[in-house]
């Protein structure tokens, strides 16, 4: 199946570095853009395709963090350049776009991990427009306008991956997270269509449809608290996958089981999810008497 949603192209490469260990990586001597590298899946991420011979563009607002991030890599060998950056910024996306392409020509790989995810109930937001606002400037129009400028240069050189990191919440639309969910599935069906208007350039987009994750944006989600949750090297390790690959999308069981649920028997799911959500009220960050949730 999953031979299905790679390009043949990767799976010939897959199998003929399988066939001859020792075959670098397809990133090796890469450049590969990857946002929120300060912490999380980001930074492992960053290590990972570092590992690989890409030289890696670190981006985030904490520029103490990325410069940690910078000086791991180069300890490890590798190669890391840091450009501090919110994404929420327009203008300042727009800046950047323009000095990566003078610095380093197109960039190869571009990997949207940057994001921020609210668990709230409608019946708790009633009054909370801004938490719909600022979901979709960092998860969606952040992304997009960061892909919208690197683009014709990928287009212009015949070869650019984009990796959008989504999350397993697109396939099974768990309530409480409509504001996160919707604005990840826009990023998610943007790459989809941008990946055909760009197949005969050779530029490709795979959605990285991720579940729980053991970083800090799951902190204060109390329901979370007892479920196991994949280390962020593990989550980095399939995101890696997807760049070496470009598959159209990686998926998780639970997701790729949901999603199948929801299309057989989309009324029974729904009360299946209203039952769950009913189990696991919103928490007390979600109900504002502990620090918000992010
Ligand atoms: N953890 C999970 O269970 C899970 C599940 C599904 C999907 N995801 C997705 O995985 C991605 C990474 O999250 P994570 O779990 O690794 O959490 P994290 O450690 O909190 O990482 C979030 C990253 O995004 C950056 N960021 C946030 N707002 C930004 C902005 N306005 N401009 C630039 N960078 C910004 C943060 O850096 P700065 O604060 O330095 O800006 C940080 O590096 C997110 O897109 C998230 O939605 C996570």
């Not at 199946?1 to 390009?7: A, D, I, N, P, R």
């Not at 990857?34 to 890696?56: L, N, P």
């Not at 069906?189 to 990285?208: H, K, L, P, S």
């Not at 090297?233 to 998926?251: K, Q, S, W």
Request: net charge neutral.
């Amino acid at each position: 199946m999953s031979l299905l949603l790679q390009t043949p192209a990767a799976a010939l490469s897959r199998l003929h570095r399988a066939l001859r260990p020792g075959t670098p990586s397809p990133l090796l001597g890469a450049t590969v853009l990857i946002t929120g590298a300060s912490s999380g899946i980001g930074e492992a991420t960053a290590h990972a395709v570092a590992e690989r011979g890409a030289h890696v563009l670190l981006v985030a607002r904490r520029g103490d963090e990325l410069a940690r991030v910078c000086a791991e890599i180069a300890a490890r060998g590798g190669r890391a350049s840091a450009y501090p950056l919110d994404l929420t910024d327009g203008e300042a996306v727009d800046a950047l776009v323009e000095q990566l392409l003078s610095e380093h020509g197109a960039v190869d790989y571009l990997v949207n991990n940057a994001g921020r995810s609210i668990r709230r109930s409608l019946d708790l937001s009633y009054d909370r427009f801004h938490d719909f606002e600022r979901l979709m400037a960092v998860n969606f129009f952040g992304p997009v306008r960061l892909t919208m400028g690197l683009l014709p240069a990928m287009r212009e050189q015949k070869f650019g991956h984009v990796v959008n990191i989504v999350t397993w919440g697109n396939q099974i639309k768990a309530p409480k997270f409509a504001a996160y969910i919707a604005a990840k599935s826009a990023l998610d069906v943007f790459g989809r269509i941008m990946g055909r208007e760009a197949f005969f350039d050779n530029v490709t987009c795979t959605n990285v449809r991720v579940s729980l994750v053991a970083t800090d944006m799951i902190g204060p989600t109390d329901a979370y608290q007892d479920r196991r949750a994949e280390t962020p090297e593990h989550c980095a390790g399939r995101i890696v996958r997807g760049l070496e690959d470009r598959p159209i999308t990686v998926n998780g069981f639970v997701g790729s089981i949901s999603e199948v649920f929801n299309l057989l028997a989309p009324r029974l799911s729904d009360f299946v999810f209203a039952e769950m959500s009913r189990r696991m009220p919103d928490s007390a960050a979600a109900r504002g008497e502990t620090r918000l949730e992010r």
